[in-house]
């Protein structure tokens, strides 16, 4: 590596020392965050129904490509065969567990593809524009709802006004679920561009509650809180029956890597480079020739999208709507969810999600305690690890490659001297 | 010598000088306080322009007003007299007008590379067909050739936020010319820079203005590093134009000695 004299100054020197601290930091707050992340998954569970000889096996095999992820350098080939081998093991894994699995588990895989796809458009939103938005389960609602009028042909009542609407096939409905949320967030978006941080958190917060007190008092348009009863007996795609739990879950599934290709190639596209920008600094951005205002309401409105989608799978897997669902404590599950997953990471969502999914129904057996341990689970994670699981584990791999880089070149040097 | 009263007529403007931006009565107040007040000036092209003053006597607002991130109380700016007035700040930046903020300003969570890219890409192409691009944009070598020429090139790949104060300072500088403008406005490029880089960050301005036909306006604190390098300096004092000339003829002017030892 070759320094000019310009760059050899006093401030490059102090960073180093500040680097190193931070280092030394690092290291126990991965190991705090790796104890609590075990101890949630697998120590809580031992000794009850839930834990099983068959979940070491997963624990070890987990262990084992975590383990081979961070020893691989990302940029080598060697890193690209593992990275895409991990992709397509986990993607088997998905489609090969659900095998011989009872109707509850599929359930929670359900809600881990459905909740998934939610928390890629707050990953998109938050992770990499950089804009808070507590509106995902008003969104994850509105598309909910929308799928589930436009379906059954039903008669609807608002402002003393009563109409039919049409009976519309599965699929359109799900397509026009997502557009009707996209178009509400653009209609939220404008305003909410006024305002920066904490200020667009209540904004979309306020949304959020709007829309549960819409859905819970129009009750021509939604049966209020009574709820509405969906069930998904009559449904079939392209002559696949969907009524079938671990068929449903392989359609929800289809939709979370759809959307997790469509977020992957936006964020890896220039438009990810402006959205960071505008992460970073909105300001300095524009002065660029960033058009900040178009730019927020594209993530806002892929954001929303993706809920709208969600929220129409979601209705139908749980075969009930009802206002309470999309109240905005929800939507601050999908907050927490992305935020410990690893803000601004493609993984982050996922591991995210499988907190608030798979980990609320292991923590099930602490009873009514299980809120207490997931908040728990929360703090510790913000304290020890503010860049999210995936985004410590990304700190932890650049560390280590600088340190297996250095060992090597060590070793260089040594044979040539 | 142009005074505050020959500056709109034309006879300040040297025959066959192109006007790059032309800025027309520029008025911004802030409550009661008139921060620029009737302010105008010519760029012309291939110039380096100062804009010298005390503190808080409105040059960062009238750059603000300029490049859009202030709206004006009154006034005009025209890029190549076409009124861009009334256009937002990244409008502004795609016809031409790029700038320095006071402050540093590097998108920190980026490469060195990534900065670049961004602030050249917004320039090629509409939004739709942005999306469906190669990543890179076809920008490698045209970044690469900047990095070079600001020697970032070890640094290419390393996350802006770790470089030093003075490395970024460099980055936030090549960024404003990554994308060809017509005019690049600095502000107070040499603040909180080291001496040692100093002469650094004043061979590369002088690089692109002499090599490249870049035009400048500079503010800047730094007497000594803008008399080295502006052609001519335009003084500022309490939002209103007190003359402009060159270095020499404002060193030497009795006016502008008062602003900065009497007042």
């Known amino acids: ?417 | 010598m142009n005074t505050i009263d020959s500056v709109d007529d034309a006879s300040n403007v040297a025959v066959g000088e192109e006007v790059v931006v032309s800025v027309r009565n520029i008025t911004k107040s802030f409550g009661g306080i008139r921060a620029v007040d009737n302010v105008s000036f010519d760029l012309h092209k291939g110039e380096i322009l100062g804009v010298i003053g005390p503190n808080g006597c409105g040059k960062t607002t009238l750059f603000n007003c300029i490049l859009g991130q202030y709206r004006p109380d009154g006034g005009r700016v025209e890029l190549h007299g076409r009124d861009v007035s009334r256009w937002r700040p990244h409008r502004r930046a795609k016809a031409g007008l790029a700038r320095t903020f006071q402050l540093l300003q590097v998108f920190e969570s980026m490469s060195v590379r990534d900065n670049l890219k961004t602030a050249a890409q917004e320039h090629i192409g509409s939004m739709g067909r942005r999306l469906f691009q190669r990543p890179d944009m076809g920008l490698n070598d045209k970044v690469d050739r900047l990095i070079e020429r600001f020697r970032l090139a070890h640094l290419a790949d390393e996350r802006a936020g770790n470089l030093s104060y003075g490395q970024q300072k460099l980055l936030d500088t090549a960024m404003a010319f990554v994308s060809g403008p017509a005019a690049v406005f600095l502000d107070e490029p040499a603040g909180g820079v080291n001496p040692a880089m100093l002469g650094d960050l004043k061979e590369r301005i002088l690089d692109l203005n002499q090599n490249d036909g870049m035009t400048f306006a500079v503010v800047e604190h730094n007497m000594e590093f803008i008399f080295g390098l502006a052609d001519r300096v335009v003084v500022l004092e309490q939002g209103r134009l007190l003359m402009t000339g060159t270095p020499d003829e404002v060193r030497e002017d009795p006016r502008v000695l008062e602003v900065y030892l009497g007042g």
């Not at chain 1, 009872?102 to 459905?114: H, M, P, W």
């Not at chain 1, 798979?358 to 728990?376: K, M």
């Open chain 1, 1 to 417: 590596m070759s320094s000019s004299t310009s760059t050899a100054t006093g401030l490059g020197d102090d960073q180093a020392t500040v680097t190193d601290v931070e280092r030394g930091a690092l290291s126990w707050r991965v190991v705090v965050a790796i104890v609590a992340a075990t101890a949630l998954v697998v120590v809580l569970p031992i000794g009850t129904s839930h834990f099983t000889g068959i979940m070491w096996l997963w624990a070890l095999a987990l262990v084992g490509v975590v383990g081979l992820n961070l020893l691989v350098a990302p940029d080598s080939w060697t890193g690209i065969f593992v990275k895409w081998m991990t992709l397509a093991g986990c993607l088997a894994f998905l489609v090969v567990f659900p095998i011989g699995r009872s109707d509850s588990t599929l359930l929670d895989l359900g809600l881990f593809a459905v909740f998934g796809i939610v928390c890629i458009g707050t990953n998109l939103v938050h992770g990499f524009a950089g804009k808070v938005s507590l509106a995902q389960a008003g969104f994850l609602g509105i598309g909910a709802y929308v799928s589930v009028l436009f379906d059954d042909g039903r008669e609807i009542a608002i402002g003393g006004m009563s109409t039919t609407l049409p009976n519309v096939p599965f699929l359109l409905a799900i397509a026009i679920a997502g557009l009707t949320s996209m178009v509400f967030s653009v209609l939220i978006g404008f305003p909410a561009l006024r305002v920066q941080g904490p200020w667009l958190a209540f904004v979309t917060l306020a949304f959020n509650l709007l829309v549960f007190l819409v859905l819970n008092n129009e009750e021509g348009l939604t049966e209020g809180s009574r709820g509405i009863r969906i069930p998904r007996s009559d449904v079939t795609v392209f002559g696949i029956d969907l009524f079938s739990s671990r068929n449903y879950f392989y359609f929800c599934l289809v939709f979370l890597v759809a959307a997790t290709a469509v977020v992957w190639w936006i964020v890896r596209s220039p438009w990810g480079r402006a959205f960071k920008a505008l992460r970073d600094n909105p300001a300095r951005a524009a002065s660029l020739g960033v058009d900040i205002r178009t730019y927020t309401l594209l993530a806002f409105s892929i954001g929303a999208g993706l809920a709208g989608v969600a929220g129409a799978l979601y209705a139908r897997l749980i075969e009930f709507v009802d206002p309470r669902g999309f109240y905005i404590g929800q939507s601050f599950d999908f907050f927490l969810a992305t935020v410990v997953g690893g803000l601004g990471t493609l993984l982050g969502p996922f591991i995210g999600v499988s907190f608030i999914t798979v980990l609320t129904d292991r923590l099930r057996i602490a009873g009514d305690y299980y809120r207490v341990w997931f908040g728990l689970f929360v703090v510790v994670m913000m304290l020890v690890a503010p860049k999210g699981v995936a985004g410590s584990f990304n700190q932890l791999r650049a560390r280590m490659q600088k340190r297996l880089q250095k060992r090597h070149r060590e070793a260089g040097t040594e044979k040539t001297s």
